[in-house]
């Protein structure tokens, strides 16, 4: 059974565990995972096998322009391609609650692009030589 629930600073080791084995080239410092986990405004959610964080995701939120960003989602290899980053997907949209829902992904990341796509994201931008390796990001968009 796979539990999606709200991420709390206790999370912290666990995620940054997530965020080097799925971003080995550009994940967040600590310093970045420890806001995420505690700015007001940002919704985080983890996903639990187990009582194992398996995957996270974070979404914020600026609430003039109704308007949420995903900022970051993945999800353990051994726990891949079983839904749970759709689930995640689905929960940070509910939760953020918002008209418009924008993320950026690399151009290369076939696997997430597909997530996106297959959950109503349309691609609006290309952002040039976006990451840090100067690869170019989509930004993507859904209306909801
Ligand atoms: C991108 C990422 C988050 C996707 O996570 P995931 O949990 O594997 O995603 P899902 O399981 O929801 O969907 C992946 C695939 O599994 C399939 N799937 C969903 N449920 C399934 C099930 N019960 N059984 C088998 N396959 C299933 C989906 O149809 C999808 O197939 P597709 O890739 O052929 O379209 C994950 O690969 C990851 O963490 N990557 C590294 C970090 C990253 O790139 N994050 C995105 C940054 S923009």
């Known amino acids: ?3 999606i629930e709200p991420a709390s600073l206790k999370d912290l080791n666990d995620l940054r565990n997530l965020e080097k084995i799925c971003f080995p080239v550009d994940n967040w410092p600590l310093l970045d995972l420890i806001g995420v986990l505690t700015i007001p405004g ?3 959610i983890k996903a639990e096998f187990s009582g194992k964080f398996v995957g996270f995701i974070a979404g914020s939120v600026k609430q003039k322009e109704k308007t949420g960003w995903i900022t970051t989602i993945a999800v ?3 726990f891949q391609n079983q839904g749970i980053a759709q689930q ?3 929960e ?3 939760r ?3 008209y418009i829902v924008k993320l950026t992904v690399r151009k290369s990341n076939s696997k997430a692009i597909r997530l996106y796509e297959n ?3 349309f691609q609006k931008e290309i952002w040039n ?3 840090i390796d100067g690869e170019d990001a989509i930004l993507f968009q859904k209306m909801c």
Do not use: D, F
């Open 42 to 44: 940002i919704v985080k």
């Open 119 to 121: 959950n109503g994201y």
């Open 88 to 90: 995640l997907l689905k």
């Open 96 to 98: 953020m609650n918002v």
């Open 76 to 78: 353990m290899p051994e």
């Open 129 to 131: 030589s976006y990451y």
């Open 92 to 94: 940070c949209e509910s």
């Open 1 to 3: 059974m796979i539990l």
